[in-house]
């Protein structure tokens, strides 16, 4: 019988408009408040509160949904989801919270601390790592930013770059006794940028800047002819 | 019809009160007070007092019991406690222990 009629009533508790229930309500299934409940709910499954429902009661439940008003605090093991119409004064404590909008709220929201914390430690871990990264890129452009010879001369890809940019330059550099000082120079930012551009200018320097000075100078003249 | 269910897990201890028809297969403890009608369905366990229109129990009651229109106990219902009401109707196979008040004038 009771299966039967539970079958047929889809299995909820359902409080209809006119009722009002004052006291304890506990039980292992879902509830349907559209009229008053005052005092306690205790719920092992899930509590709904609709547009016409008022709830003025501490809730423990699993999963709450209100779209009517509930006066009072509401623990949910689950998740807590205020509708469009929903109407709370009072605090919430569940790892999830829905708020949507449209829907009122005065109190205090409690998820637990085992979730946020430990995004929020996560978050400033990747950023060092990314900042690590940056100054490599921007060295070239800021080379008097401060941070950044510590960085190099402690952190080891600094000495893993060098032997290879030395490799190409002595072999250019042979004849030139210049490179050594070149070489022990880069770790520091300005000479390393003073030392590429003399070591460019001294390989590239004699065969381009001649002709290119020629050209010029044989436009410029006929220009100014 | 019956907008109000109290399912069969469902234990409350208080008062219930309203102008709708109720449903109780689960557990009420304290006082009901209805305009409409009451069904203590055969799961239903109630250990109230009630006050309503219509009662109809199949399930067990303790309490006393006044309806302003009809009493009605059903086969294998279980029921103690005083019943006041002008009609009262109690099948065969129906467990009762109280007084039995039809309000009649002489």
């Known amino acids: 019988m009771a299966v039967k009629n539970q079958s047929m009533f889809s299995n909820n508790t359902v409080v209809g408009p006119s009722i009002l229930i004052s006291g304890r309500l506990s039980g292992d299934e879902d509830l349907t408040v559209r009229g008053r409940v005052e005092g306690e709910i205790v719920l092992s499954h899930t509590l709904i509160v609709e547009e016409s429902g ?109 032997p290879a940019a030395p490799r190409p330059m002595p072999v250019q550099r042979t004849v030139v006794t210049a490179p050594p000082p070149a070489v022990a120079s880069p770790p520091e930012h300005l000479p390393s940028d003073a030392d590429e551009d003399s070591a460019d200018a001294k390989p590239l320097p004699p065969e381009p800047p001649v002709l290119m000075d020629v050209n010029k100078k044989k436009v410029v003249v006929k220009k100014k002819k | 019809m019956a907008n109000t269910i109290i399912g069969s897990s469902i234990v409350i201890d208080g008062e219930i009160s309203g102008d ?87």
């Open chain 1, 54 to 162: 008022i709830v003025k009661a501490n809730v423990e439940v699993k999963h709450a949904i209100v779209s009517g008003v509930v006066v009072g605090n509401i623990r949910a093991t689950e998740c807590v989801e205020l509708t469009p119409g929903g109407r709370m004064v009072g605090d919430i404590v569940s790892p999830r919270v829905m708020i949507v909008d449209g829907a009122s709220f005065r109190g205090r929201v409690d998820m637990g601390e085992a979730q946020g914390p430990r995004e929020a430690q996560e978050r400033p871990a990747t950023k060092p790592s990314y900042t690590a990264y940056a100054p490599r890129f921007s060295s070239a452009l800021r080379p008097p930013s401060v941070p950044r010879p510590p960085l190099r001369s402690a952190s080891p890809p600094a000495p893993l770059q060098r």
């Open chain 2, 20 to 106: 709708e028809d109720l449903v109780i297969q689960g557990t009420v403890k304290g006082r009901i007070s209805l305009k409409e009608s009451l069904y203590v369905e055969s799961s239903g366990i109630v250990e109230a007092d009630i006050d309503t229109q219509n009662v109809e129990i199949a399930g067990r009651v303790t309490g006393n019991i006044v309806a302003s229109d009809k009493v009605e106990l059903k086969a294998d219902c279980r029921v103690i406690g005083d019943i006041k009401s002008p009609r009262i109707l109690i099948a065969d196979g129906a467990a009762f222990k109280g007084n039995v008040d039809m309000d009649i004038k002489d």
